[in-house]
């Protein structure tokens, strides 16, 4: 027993040596490997004689003059066309609301209805007063009648026949009395029926029914606004539009479709833009001498009411056109207070740097009025390339496209972050 014991625990060492030599000839033999791949894989170019690496692509985009609307973009504020406020004409108390608030209304309909019997029965009483007034009239004008033949014939004296005819005329005014009050007394009959003056969307009403209303004053009832069509106020700086006329006078610019009346375009604070362009109203003549601003106006076709009053918008206008002027991406321009500069690349693949003259940014591109030629490719992107390169490198011009807008990335699963911390468990 004892000596079995002893050549058990001597193989234990001799297993431990052996599996020791056989991980280091693995390792060695792994090694080796990966040592040989690489040079394997670097022989390549060295056996197929060391060519020279291709040019660097670089986008560029080719220069196309043509007519360059100048769009101004300018914040401005929405106003109903028409506002009218539904006041209480007739003193009473309030006895239906006659609309649907928010609804849309037509001129002429009624709104509310204020108590009407005081005013019937003034109405009936202005109708008997004239009643009697008619009745009057008529038994003086017989009377004059009557005697007018015995005048004649000195049956009744001339001043009898002056006080009859005296009478007849004071009666025949008594009637003209008469029917105005009852034309006044119809009136202020009307006034108990509110109606809407103009057509438009009414909102709320600002008093309930069984309110006193007109009672010394006018009381507002409810507002009808037009929103179809809306204004747009908005205003622009005093500068810039005296800027815009002087490079007018000078032929550096033209008016826009040939007339002063000017299109523009609503932005919604979600900049999107609103679908039906609208027209410049009017500028004002006047310049505010406390933020140095002219006012616009312009109308906007608002038919679906998609657009509300008071609503903060942005305007595009174009109030003039560049004539032979070239747009290049905005990243093609390098801006310094040396001057704008942007690289041109020729046939042979050479970089030149071009001073330009820029006017304004449209679309995210910069209006170049004077230093490129039509034909020419202006560099866009590969700047970051040619950092890697010896000055005088030629280069690949291939056309450049606009980056597609980056689509939004999904949140990330709440139930794959809690799994990690259990799988390190």
């Known amino acids: 027993m004892p000596v079995s014991h002893v050549s058990h625990r001597s193989l234990f060492p ?9 991980t280091v000839a693995l390792l060695s033999l792994a090694a080796c490997g990966k040592s040989e791949a690489p040079a394997a894989a670097g022989g390549a170019p060295g056996g197929a004689g060391g060519g020279k ?8 985009v080719i220069a196309t003059p043509g007519n360059v609307g100048l769009v101004t973009e300018l914040p401005g504020r929405l106003e109903a066309s028409r506002v009218s406020q539904v006041r209480a004409r007739a003193a009473g108390i309030l006895q239906e609301r006659l609309f649907r608030e928010g609804s849309d209304v037509k001129a002429g309909q009624a709104l509310f209805k204020i ?8 109405a009936q009483s202005a109708a008997a007063s004239l009643a009697r007034a008619e009745a009057n009239a008529a038994q003086a004008k017989a009377l004059a009648e009557r005697y007018k033949p015995l005048v004649e014939a000195n049956a009744v004296s001339k001043q009898e026949y002056a006080t009859a005819v005296a009478s007849a005329k004071s009666a025949e005014a008594d009637v003209a009395v008469g029917r105005a009050s009852v034309a006044t007394a119809k009136i202020n009959l009307g006034y108990a029926s509110v109606t809407a003056p103009i057509s438009g969307r009414i909102g709320r009403a600002l008093v309930t029914e069984g309110a006193l209303v007109g009672q010394g004053d006018a009381t507002e009832l409810a507002v009808i606004q037009q929103i179809n069509p809306l204004y747009v106020n908005f205003t622009q700086s005093a500068s810039e539009v005296l800027k815009l006329r002087r490079a007018m006078q000078d032929g550096q610019f ?3 479709d040939g007339s002063a009346a000017a299109s523009i375009r609503v932005v919604l604070e979600d900049g ?5 362009p609208g027209k410049l109203l009017f500028t ?5 001498p406390t933020s140095g601003q002219v006012t616009l106006r312009a109308e906007v076709p608002n038919p679906k009411g998609d657009l509300l009053p008071g609503l903060y918008v942005r305007v595009r206008i174009e109030q003039a056109q560049v004539s032979n002027a070239i747009t290049v991406p905005q990243q093609s321009v390098t801006r310094t207070q040396q001057g704008d500069t942007v690289s041109v690349v020729d046939a042979e693949g050479k970089i030149s740097k071009r001073t330009v003259k820029i006017s304004a940014a449209q679309n995210n591109q910069w209006v ?7 034909g020419e490719q202006v560099m866009v992107d590969g700047f970051q390339k040619l950092q890697m390169m010896p000055p005088g490198t030629p280069v690949k011009a291939v056309p450049w496209k606009a980056p597609a807008p980056a689509a939004p990335t999904p949140p990330a699963a709440p139930a ?10």
């Open 53 to 60: 690496p291709p040019a660097p692509e670089v986008g560029v």
């Open 368 to 374: 170049v009025l004077d230093g490129l030629k039509a």
């Open 14 to 22: 001799l297993r431990a040596v052996v599996a020791a030599l056989a």
């Open 284 to 288: 004002d003549l006047t310049v505010d």
């Open 416 to 425: 794959a972050a809690a799994s990690a911390p259990a799988a390190k468990q």
């Open 115 to 122: 108590d009407p019997a005081p005013y019937a029965a003034a």
């Open 254 to 256: 033209k008016q826009a």
């Open 272 to 276: 999107s833009e609103y679908a039906l």
